[in-house]
């Protein structure tokens, strides 16, 4: 059975990067049928996608965030990583990961990880 | 302020029927399917219902859904206390600042 597994830190300082990896666990990240996506949610707000990463190394990302956003992927390690740079209190929420089935445009996320809560604050 | 609208809230008594709306456009509902999550307290989202009114294995089919030009419905039946829960849609916005886009939930109530 799939699992998703989010690690990273639960505090970050205003203005530094937030680093995540999600490791994918029960089946191979290099599958032609999936994307790989970041989700996050603000406290007491619905889900936000922040991007998502095929296993070719392709992205697409949520224009919101502009340039402030790196997604990667690393398939001998069966992970994909997501940095925030220039992170402030408005990205406070709990980052989830989750497999998307491929194509782009279905947009159905099928196993999502347990969520990590990440605060900003000095 | 999400792409896609919901109703806050709905509510009814056990064994009842409810409704949830999803309101979009023609850039997202209007070209692309649906899927539909429920989301318990202090839990990551599960999938309902993907391409519009498909069930993956384990969902009953108390739960269903449908869609309409540029909205889209999730229905429960025969609702229980187990239900009471976020109920979030989702879709695929197709123009310029395409990508994922979420509804901002609906919570039922379960009277």
């Known amino acids: 059975q799939l699992q998703l597994q989010e690690s990273g830190p639960g505090l970050v300082k205003p203005s530094e990067t937030l680093s995540l990896t999600c490791t994918v666990s029960?089946?191979?990240?290099?599958?032609?049928?999936?994307?790989w996506d970041w989700i996050r949610q603000p406290p007491g707000k619905g889900p936000e996608w922040i991007g998502s990463i095929y296993y070719s190394g392709s992205t697409y990302q949520n224009l919101y965030f502009k340039s402030r956003v790196t997604i990667s992927i690393d398939t001998s390690k069966n992970q994909f990583s997501l940095k925030v740079h220039s992170m402030t209190a408005a990205d406070t929420a709990v980052y989830y990961c989750?497999?998307?089935?491929?194509?782009?445009?279905?947009?159905?996320?099928?196993?999502w990880g347990k969520g990590t809560t990440v605060t900003v604050s000095s | 302020q999400s792409v896609l609208t919901q109703p806050p809230s709905v509510s009814a008594a056990p064994g009842q029927k409810v409704t949830i709306s999803c309101s979009g456009s023609?850039?997202?509902?209007?070209?692309?399917?649906v899927s539909w999550y429920q989301q318990l307290p202090g839990t990551a989202p599960k999938l309902l219902i993907y391409e519009d009114n498909k069930r993956p294995s384990g969902i009953p089919d108390r739960f269903s859904g449908s869609k309409s030009g540029t909205s889209a419905t999730l229905g429960i039946t025969g609702l229980q206390t187990g239900d009471e829960a976020d109920y979030y849609c989702?879709?695929?916005?197709?123009?310029?600042?395409?990508?994922?886009?979420f509804g901002g939930g609906t919570k039922v109530t379960v009277l």
């Open positions: 023609s850039s997202n509902i209007g070209q692309n399917f």
């Open positions: 029960g089946g191979s990240i290099s599958s032609s049928k999936y994307y």
């Open positions: 989702g879709t695929w916005e197709s123009s310029l600042s395409a990508g994922g886009v």
């Open positions: 989750a497999r998307h089935i491929a194509p782009l445009y279905s947009y159905y996320m099928d196993v």
